[in-house]
């Protein structure tokens, strides 16, 4: 069982009923600044990965005889028959030696420690920032009697309906992003090349919640120019929501959002619907009236569409196998710019057909996503090693930018002023 195990610390009570003092003009909100204080508490959490319930406690302050303490409510509140694994933080009280002299007598506990300055990787981390969003921010107590009420009124309401947190990538993935964008950085041309971040779901393919917000945040820390936000598993009104939220917060930074509405098959773990059949019924194909209501909706800068693109499949038993050709129904494309009229993306870019793809962009598709035909070299370079791989991917690249896309010499016409 893994657990994501943190402290929220110095949880003021604080009482905001007296009136507050009249707002300077042109600042607007309605909570007062002058409260009082009325002392501090500190909130242990367990969130459990598996399904999402927590183990709450407070507790006045925040040492490790307090951590030890929670250590044992998570042996009293957890099947005895498992191992337990914690995935805490750096932080000193996690590794007295008192805790660590605990730990050994009772095996079952592994601890997993956070690398410093990416405290975010642990999950629990966005339930506390959900528990000051919906709860701590806006409340009024009295006393720290009724604070701790509260945290306990909340922890309830959240094992009532618990939501799994979980990243669409493994936490060695998300660390390899970050390398990839120190790399990024060291290397960077932009007379060429602008950062992005594609693909971050709001739900992955096993219908599971990802925490994207957390990670597009990240992203844009470290420095991404632009990021996806990907809701087409949503319903229309779920991914104006997550894609509006998105927006508001990279727009706050300067950064480009892509969102993306209908469905672009191929990543599925089955294997993918019949090619014909699907591009002869137009399923999953994206709706131009719910594109226009999105676009409005959202302030997105571009979006990504379904017209008869798919993605390479990339289950372990198709990741080989030679991409489906596919078309590009462009009356549809048209019909959906006309409502939109910001800039599209077609994901799937791999083997379409190159008539298809000018046509295209004629009509408004302004990004092409490609992966397939650089990822399979790239793979099959890897079996002899790293150097052939990297190789092999620079050659594709160059071949589907020059053969493919026919970009060579086209610097001056896309980026003048370089
Ligand atoms: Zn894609």
């Known amino acids: ?45 367990a969130l459990s990965t598996l399904d999402g319930t927590l183990l709450g406690d407070c507790m006045p302050q925040h040492r490790h005889q307090e951590f030890i303490r929670f250590l044992k409510r998570i042996d009293q509140h957890t099947p005895s028959e498992l191992d337990l694994h914690l995935i805490v933080d750096n932080y000193a009280t996690h590794k007295h030696p008192r805790v660590e002299r605990w730990l050994r007598r009772h095996p079952r506990f592994h601890l997993h ?18 528990l000051t969003e919906q709860r701590l921010r806006r409340g009024s107590f009295h006393n720290v009697k009724e604070l701790i009420q509260a945290i306990g009124d909340y922890i ?53 919640s990802v925490d994207y917000e957390g990670i597009i945040r990240e992203a844009i820390e470290l420095g991404y120019q632009s990021v996806m936000v990907d809701g087409s598993r949503l319903s229309l009104e779920e991914n104006t929501r997550a894609t509006r939220k998105v927006a508001e917060v990279a727009h706050a930074a300067g950064v480009a959002v892509e969102g993306e509405l209908g469905a672009v098959f191929g990543h599925e773990a089955g294997p993918p619907p019949p090619y014909e059949e699907l591009f002869a019924s137009g399923k999953g194909f994206t709706a131009p ?26 289950s372990d ?33 791999s083997g379409i057909k190159k ?64």
């Open 317 to 349: 038993a198709l990741r080989n196998a030679k991409k489906v050709e596919a078309r590009l129904d462009l009356k549809h494309l048209d019909c959906i710019y006309s409502n939109v009229n910001i800039p599209l993306v077609l994901h799937g870019g």
């Open 156 to 208: 309830s309401g959240h094992d009532q309906n618990p939501r799994i947190f979980v990243w669409s990538a493994s936490v060695e993935r998300i660390l390899t992003k970050v390398a990839k964008c120190k790399e990024y950085q060291r290397l960077k041309d932009e007379r060429f090349t602008r950062l992005h971040l594609d693909h971050v779901p709001v739900v992955d393919e096993d219908n599971l």
């Open 1 to 45: 069982m893994v657990l994501c195990v943190d402290e929220k610390s110095q949880i003021q009570a604080l009482d905001r009923t007296q009136p507050g003092l009249p707002l300077k003009p042109g600042r607007c909100g309605t909570m007062t600044h002058d409260y009082k204080r009325h002392g501090t508490t500190t909130l242990f959490a």
């Open 355 to 418: 008539e298809y793809i000018r046509e295209a962009v004629r009509r408004g598709i302004a990004k092409i996503n490609v992966a397939t035909s650089i990822r399979q070299p790239f793979e099959v370079g890897m079996k002899e090693s790293p150097a052939a791989a990297r190789q092999a991917a620079f050659d594709a690249t160059v071949q589907v930018l020059r053969e493919e896309l026919g970009l060579q010499g086209t610097r001056r016409v896309i980026n003048p002023e370089a």
């Open 113 to 130: 420690f956070t690398p410093t300055s990416c405290s975010w990787l642990n999950l629990v981390e966005r339930w506390f920032q959900n």
């Open 289 to 314: 009236g719910d594109a226009k209501r999105l676009v409005e909706e959202t302030h997105v800068d571009w979006l990504s569409v379904a017209i008869g693109n798919v993605h390479g499949a990339i």
